[in-house]
């Protein structure tokens, strides 16, 4: 056990090393770069109310709406994006639904809006290849209309995503820029008022969302696949087929684009709401997916530093970003429980003494630090929403251990269908919403009787 005790106090200064030189100044770094750009934290809540300015003259945006079977959803999407979006066009790509999604999109629609309709064999082989399906309609119409391709914006919204009135015009002017070669958008959940649906949205408005404005010192913010925008330029460069065949096509393309010396940021002008998981395990299911796609990624650590065309401080961050799941999340889910068990055994597994007294009060002190990191998680999102008062952030301190140990979970899980070659993708299943405004639901859209649907989140 000795032997054991000491591997345990080496990874545990790893996980440490970690922490310290990578994640908390990428958080602190996150947390001034809200307060400059807004004045305070919550700022960014601001943009859900503002009236919708149109595109900067000469440029063009075209979203893509990935469809499988959306019809719960799409409704919604294109009346908040036609109306709260002024000049831009939507190319919806249908993947082979076998519901009402095709027959909503068109119904809803106006001249904005393309439809663009897949069969088998060549639809449902994944979001990647429907979000390359609709960039080839894109450059299609982009070509007939002489349209410059640096001036040509392609945004991938996801089928139940509502952007801020104006989101693609303030995002357009991040491209003024011309190094800028993709804006990715900081993500809300819908429907807080459920306990889950709170940690997932504590989790992207907190921490993701912070971590994120973090990365946009060093150019390298990560691709998310709902709310991101790129210049069609910089997909031109990728290639024919920009977005991959990986569970985390966004991710992927994010590397791409570095590799080739663009630099994609981030702003607080605007977000992009969308729904959360009710079921945990669909929960868990949806994290594994996203584990395996991250973890999956770190093959391309030598093209990024091959490559230097995206700077030193650029590829050091994304190096540690990618390096996260094998150096601090699998580790910590075994160095965590093994500490703990051996500390209560009376052992202490090399645990260095707090305080002093019995066993259990050593653990509870070192237990104390992790509680302190879930306070101050708590807190910063309760300086980022308007939707939760103080007591009540400070009671979810102990419930960020939930999402804790849920990435554990995901993180074995994903390593399981990398060693075993599995890499099977299964769509999350969306839940019914009432229409927004905008007019009576398409034929062939439900609705949710008696529920009440927030616009942008």
């Known amino acids: 056990m ?12 790893v996980i440490a090393v970690y922490t310290v030189a990578y994640a908390i100044p990428l958080l602190l770094r996150g947390i001034a770069h809200a307060r400059r750009a807004d004045g305070s934290l919550r700022g960014q809540l601001g943009a859900a109310h503002e009236r919708p300015a149109p595109l900067p003259a000469g440029w063009s945006v075209f979203v893509l709406v990935p469809c499988l079977n959306e019809e719960r959803v799409v409704g919604n999407t294109l009346r908040c994006l036609l109306d709260g979006q002024p000049g831009v066009r939507a190319v919806v790509v249908d993947d082979g639904s076998d519901d009402a999604t095709s027959r909503i999109a068109a119904a809803v629609g106006d001249d904005r809006v ?19 399906a609709g960039l080839r309609a894109v450059r299609e119409r982009a070509g007939k ?20 009135p104006g989101a693609a015009s303030r995002v357009a002017r991040l491209f003024a820029e011309p190094g800028v070669g993709a804006v990715q958008l900081a993500v809300r959940v819908r429907g807080r008022h459920r306990l889950l649906l709170r940690l997932q949205d504590l989790e992207f408005w907190a921490l993701s969302a912070l971590t994120q404005f973090g990365r946009v010192s060093t150019g390298s913010v990560s691709m998310g696949g709902n709310g991101q925008f790129s210049r069609l330029s910089a997909l031109d460069g990728v290639g024919t087929r920009p977005w991959s065949d990986s569970l985390t096509e966004d991710l992927d393309l994010g590397i791409s684009l570095a590799v080739r010396g663009w630099t994609v940021t981030s702003t607080t002008t605007a977000y992009v709401s969308q729904q959360g998981l009710t079921s ?27 490559r230097p065309a995206s700077g030193f401080l650029g590829r050091a961050e994304l190096t540690g970003y990618l390096l996260g799941p094998y150096v601090a999340t699998l580790p910590a889910s075994v160095v965590q429980p093994y500490a703990l068990f051996r500390a209560l055994c009376g052992h202490g597994a090399g645990l260095p003494v707090l305080v002093s007294g019995p066993v259990w009060a050593n653990v509870l002190a070192w237990q104390s630090l992790p509680f302190a990191a ?47 070659r599995r890499g099977h993708w299964t769509k ?8 927004v405004a905008g007019g009576p639901p398409a034929p062939g859209e439900r609705a949710a009787e008696g529920a009440r649907a927030a616009e942008y989140g």
Request: with cysteine; aromatic share 10%; glycine share 4%.
């Open 2 to 13: 000795a032997a054991l005790d000491r591997i345990t106090q080496y990874v545990a200064l």
């Open 374 to 420: 879930y306070l101050a998680t708590a807190l910063l999102y309760w300086r980022r929403t308007d939707d939760l008062p103080l007591w009540k952030a400070v009671c979810w301190s102990p419930v960020v251990v939930v999402s804790l140990y849920l990435s554990f979970a995901a993180g074995w899980r994903a390593l399981w269908q990398i060693a075993t």
């Open 428 to 435: 999350t299943e969306r839940a019914v919403e009432a229409p």
């Open 280 to 306: 945990p395990r669909r929960l868990l299911r949806q994290r594994t997916r996203w584990f395996h796609g991250h973890m999956s990624a770190i093959t391309r650590l030598p093209e990024l530093w091959a």
């Open 114 to 132: 393309t439809l663009l309709r897949r069969t088998p064999p060549a639809a449902r082989q994944g979001k990647g290849a429907a979000l390359n």
């Open 145 to 164: 209309e002489g349209l410059d391709a640096s001036r040509v914006l392609v945004c991938v919204l996801d089928a139940d995503g509502r952007m801020t």
